[in-house]
């Protein structure tokens, strides 16, 4: 472990100096795990109880931090869509990957969408998690508390342990599930993340171009999510041919954390379907 509260993977320059960290465990088709954009947010504390039941089905799990977060440089820069997607494309180029498979969750669901988007014929399968991108940066900030709150709390510095707490309480339904660990985890990072993380974070509108996905989809979605409208379900279920959507009642933005065992098993029977 090191002094940010999270244990050490492995480091990888992707070009324009930017130095990306991520776990690699397990062989077979690769699968990328790709994590949201809050506050202290990384690839292992969202996706620590899911990626290993991964690799142990017979997939190679690949869990980066982006750009401006976990491990990875923070340069101080504008953190647009194309940022994280050009880091994550250096990541698979240098690891010479020519096929696998993208999860995403928040922010993570919006970089997964346009690299499918950008490169259809690598990636195999999108499982998505309450995606971003699907209306206008303005439409979120106007219906969502947990990300009003979100900017409000990591713009005005409010996030020491409790703050901290508080915040993370927003992503579930039950936020009794907020572990001291996460919290911690969380703490350390956000206290070496520049303010432009957030600042300039822009993600276009993607839903105009959803019709263009070529790979099956699966989608989850939390009826009870405060950062993404699950009305979302509605516009990717309107737009895409290959696709069928988990919608789940009691259940926040995280539901690979609320309903960890139900998310690994759907997950791991729909890229056990393999090729079409």
């Known amino acids: 472990?090191?002094?940010?509260?999270?244990?050490?993977?492995?480091?990888?320059?992707?070009?324009?100096?930017?130095?990306?960290?991520?776990?690699?465990?397990?062989?077979g088709l690769p699968v990328i795990f790709i994590h949201g954009s809050g506050p202290g947010a990384s690839g292992w504390s969202n996706f620590k109880q899911n990626?290993?039941?991964?690799?142990?089905?017979?997939?190679?799990?690949i869990v980066p931090d982006l750009p401006g977060y976990g491990l990875s440089s923070k340069p101080e820069t504008e953190y647009v869509l194309?940022?994280?997607?050009?880091?994550?494309?250096?990541l698979v180029d240098e690891?010479?990957?020519?096929?696998?498979a993208l999860v995403g969750n928040s922010l993570g669901g919006a970089i997964a969408i346009k690299m499918a988007l950008d490169r259809p014929q690598q990636v195999s399968r999108l499982i998505l998690m309450a995606p971003g991108g699907l209306m206008e940066k303005e439409a979120y900030f106007q219906q969502m508390e947990g990300i009003q709150k979100m900017a409000a709390a990591f713009m005005g510095g409010e996030l020491d342990h409790d703050g901290m707490r508080r915040l993370l309480g927003l992503q579930?339904?039950?936020?009794?599930?907020?572990?001291?660990?996460?919290?911690?985890?969380?703490?350390?990072?956000?206290?070496?993340?520049?303010?432009?993380?957030?600042?300039?974070?822009?993600?276009?509108?993607?839903?105009?171009?959803?019709?263009?996905?070529?790979?099956p989809v699966l989608g989850f979605w939390g009826q009870n999510d405060k950062f993404c409208p699950v009305s979302g379900v509605q516009t990717m279920m309107e737009a895409c041919s290959r696709i069928r959507f988990v919608q789940l009642s009691q259940c926040g933005h995280w539901v690979m954390v609320e309903h960890r065992d139900l998310f690994n098993r759907e997950c791991i029977d729909f890229l056990d379907e393999g090729e079409e």
């Open 172 to 215: 579930l339904f039950d936020p009794s599930l907020i572990t001291d660990e996460i919290v911690n985890e969380r703490v350390a990072v956000v206290q070496n993340q520049p303010r432009c993380v957030l600042s300039t974070m822009q993600v276009p509108n993607m839903a105009g171009r959803l019709d263009e996905l070529q790979c």
């Open 1 to 27: 472990m090191n002094n940010n509260c999270l244990p050490t993977g492995q480091l990888l320059q992707v070009g324009k100096g930017l130095e990306l960290h991520y776990h690699d465990a397990g062989q």
């Open 82 to 90: 194309d940022l994280f997607v050009e880091a994550l494309f250096g």
């Open 95 to 100: 690891l010479g990957l020519e096929r696998y």
């Open 51 to 61: 990626y290993p039941l991964f690799a142990e089905a017979g997939y190679r799990a």
